[in-house]
């Protein structure tokens, strides 16, 4: 004989079916019954209460992203489903799994403007893998199974289910089956050997071979297979922003990250390979530059779960529709061994212009003294080596970004956390407090501007509640610090709305219980930094930036990804 239970407590069944065990979220009027039902399942079901719901998305993102499971949010109707849009279109183009869960009015009030109500299919279906209303409880074992399976296939994503109050009041008679299976929907294409053969004969025929590793590789784990064909074949390989950490930083193939501040070498051998080995990238505008200067003499193989990036911006030759970890190891056995130590050799003059003209005006301004404002270089790097490289970077979006990217160093897997197709100001927090709740033994690292920073800060309050040790990097300019350098570059230095009178982060760290310290200038960075270090728990620094500190390289809006700027008048002379 069936079990009859109330659809609220379907929700939390399936749930735990599907090996959820935390939940971010915020409670409300039409989600209410789903919250008294998780009463009483919350020794297995641990929900945490963030301060905003666009918080608890990210939360979510930083918990998917560090821990290869899925981000589970749960809210309520109207203005509570309105403010985790961000963190859905963020989640989505990242290729993120998140399950968010709304509640809805009763089917009766649907469409007449009741308290609350608000068009959240329609809002929310252009920028989701998938999104459901559920209007009878009956419906909720099939919807629940079908979202988790559809965010975690194929190329993960973001899936909305808007619960109507009747399906979580009603009763149903509970059965739970999972998903493998849905009609027309090919989350795992097969693998078309002639593709194989085909990419591998063109990359033991190149002279001049290039591997770009993007995030796709680390969602299917193949960082160890990206490895071994690229010792194998003796490749160099570049990574984009959301590819950071599929490779090791030391490795001696790495030549570091392709892009609009990528490192000169990649983006210099770029147009200078004849064949590239895309792997789990979608050729955004800021990794080619202008597209038609974009890889001129190479043969583009690309090999992606998502068909529907092939030849959306750059034609491959080759396009291998399949898992990034599935393609690897077919490609292996049909590489050949080989030595491309001509080819290595072309890394070495970008590589040491932009050590003595970038990164060591960055990391160490001996031009400054030690009473003067830092450089975000020099921070981001001196943290890095104070967790040993073994950190989980967590960064907002902005010059904090880009310098957290530059300057950490990965050794590990799952290492780097950014928003990268959508750059949402304000993801860093309370994605943090994800990373550190899906990898509590992990160190993580949260580095944010002033600007980022403080559209979410409210989030410091759940750290405070959950006792989340987060170490938090404030790179402050007192500035929108990557506008005002655009603005400084192209807009004749008219710092138009970017200049920031900020308040005291340190006493608003204090109201939250949270130890934190002003880091005036260069002579306080290290102490600082060894005090946060020893400190078991959430810490926060405030560290006094110059804020004429700029991003380079730099490779300018419209120009060639070969055509680079070193400072802000002078390019790299190849």
Known sequence: MSERITGAEAICRALLAEGVDTIFGYPGGQIMPFYDKLYDFTDSLRHILTRHEQGAVHAAQ??????????????????????????LGDANIDCTPIVVITGQVGVASLGTDAFQETDVIGITQPITKWAYQIRCPEEIPWAMARAFYIATTGRPGAVVLDITRDAQVGTLD??????????????????QPGEIISAAALINRSERPLILSGHGVMLSEAETDLLALAEKADIPVATTLLGLSTIPSEHPLNKGM???????????????????LAVGMRFDDRVTGVIKSYAPQAKIIHIDIDSAEFNKNVKAHIAI???????????????NKADRKEWLTTFERPEKVEQAEVIERETDPKDLGPESPMRMGEVVRKLSEATGNKAIVVTDVGQNQMMSARYSSYTMPKSMITSGGLGTMGFCLPAAIGAKLAEPSREVLAFMGDGGFQMTMQELGTILEYRIGVKMVLLNNNYLGNVRQWQAMFYNNRFSATPMVN????????????????VSCRAELDSAIARMAAHDGAYLLNVNIDPTDMVFPMVTPGSAIDNILINATDKYEA
């Open 321 to 335: 529709h399949a898992d990034a970890k599935t393609a690897l190891r077919a490609l292996l056995p049909q590489i």
């Open 174 to 191: 509970w059965s739970y089956k999972k998903t493998n299976y849905i009609r027309s929907y090919n989350p795992a294409p097969e693998l």
């Open 62 to 87: 930083g918990y998917a992203r560090a821990s290869g499971r899925v981000g589970v949010v749960t809210v309520t109707s109207g203005p509570a489903a309105t403010n985790v849009i961000t963190g």
């Open 258 to 276: 392709v892009g609009m501040h990528g490192n000169i070498g990649p983006n210099i051998a770029t147009n200078n390979a004849d064949v590239i």
């Open 503 to 518: 308040p005291d982060f340190v006493a608003i760290a204090a109201a939250y219980g949270i130890p934190a310290e002003n």
